[in-house]
């Protein structure tokens, strides 16, 4: 495993640096990519070894500058784990053009740009590709317009990868954290929300960055050489608790 790459956007911290974290304790070489480059670079100091990248994944010269590099500096690619992500809460009279547009531009044009940009890199190991969507993504509601229309498009775009990339031996699958006490979160989630999350999740918590690095890294390696296309909630139950009403659990 020690000459396999990784590469995991988003990885200056939150989600993106436990996977990172996790794919070189199991013995991977790791290239991490954040467009906070002061960020990044503490974080990679935390991984020896590892290759820190600063761009921008919704910058097409950027995320083709980054394939090159990585081609140059590892001579291939591995795994593509699409983790860099911005949330933004807001209901659809408040959400104007430019607000909608941050939002897609990472979240979903920053996944389809560095999977095309990869892909070179990526068919010729048979490589994997895992997506980070979002429980918002499979279930809708108030304040994410943007947000959770991004992850369902992520979810489907996964799909499409899936179906098209198969016969090159690229996998392709999504996760879907629950929510999670990261940057990220703590920007967006009020009180009330946090206290109905604790509520709606049958697991009655947050998860941790680790606990989502973890299915990550399973769909990424070879113990899941066999699934590709899917869907991985890891959100403690919320996304199967149908109507969503406590006494109905
Ligand atoms: N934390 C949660 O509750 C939660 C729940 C569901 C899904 N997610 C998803 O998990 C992923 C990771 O989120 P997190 O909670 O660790 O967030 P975070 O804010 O802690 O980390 C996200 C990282 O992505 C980087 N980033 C943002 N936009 C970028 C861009 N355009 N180019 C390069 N890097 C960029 C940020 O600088 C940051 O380091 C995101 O896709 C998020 O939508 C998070």
Redesign the pocket.
Known sequence: MTDTVALI????????LATATLMQAEGRRVVM????AE?LEQAAATLPGALAIP????VPQQVAQAAAEIEQTCGRLDILVN?????DFGPLAETDFARWRRVM???LD?VFLMSQACLPLLSAQGGAIVN?????GLRASTLRIAYGTS?AAVIHLTKQQAAELGEVGIRANCV?????N????LAVHSPEIRAAYHDAIPLNRYGT?REIAEVICFLAGSRASYVTGQVVAADGGFESTGVGLPALR
């Open positions: 956007t988003g990885a200056a911290r939150g989600i993106g990519l954040d467009r906070d960020e761009c921008d994944v919704a983790n860099a992500g911005v949330a531009e990472t979240n920053g980070i969507a979002s429980i918002s992850k879907c954290p629950g929510p999670v990261t940057k990220l979160a960055e």
